[in-house]
Nanobody, 128 residues
């Protein structure tokens, strides 16, 4: 079992930055690939970013590429999402999710069904 708790959300003006954190319980955090998703009101949950268990490989949605950076500190059981140049369309509840990694296997990180555990989400609001 892995419990995920997001933090760092808030209200920011367009062009500003936020850093989200996702703290995980459990001793096997380093064996999980981690994903970030977001869900705006009236819309489906969408993929934002993912990072492999080792932290060596990251994936991004086209809409955030070049603006968002995912990272992790396995010693602290924490994954981060640095969000720069924020836009009003980035407004959403942001969720982190954990996928039990398999050596040499790369799942479809953009699919919510791939993930085993989810956090409760943190609200990000970007004003224009």
């Amino acid at each position: 079992q892995v419990r995920l708790v997001e933090s760092g959300g808030g209200l920011v003006q367009a062009g500003g930055s936020l850093r989200l954190s996702c703290a995980a319980s459990g001793r096997t955090f380093s064996s999980y690939d981690m994903g970030w998703f977001r869900q705006a009101p009236g819309k489906e949950r969408e993929f934002v970013a993912a990072i492999r268990w080792s932290g060596g490989t990251t994936y991004y949605a086209d809409s955030v590429k070049g603006r968002f950076t995912a990272s992790r500190d396995n010693a602290k059981n924490t994954v981060y999402l640095q969000m720069n140049s924020l836009k009003p369309e980035d407004t959403a509840v942001y969720y982190c999710a954990a996928y039990s990694a398999l050596p040499g296997y790369y799942p479809n990180y953009d699919m919510t069904s791939q993930y085993d555990y989810w956090g409760q989400g943190t609200q990000v609001t970007v004003s224009s």
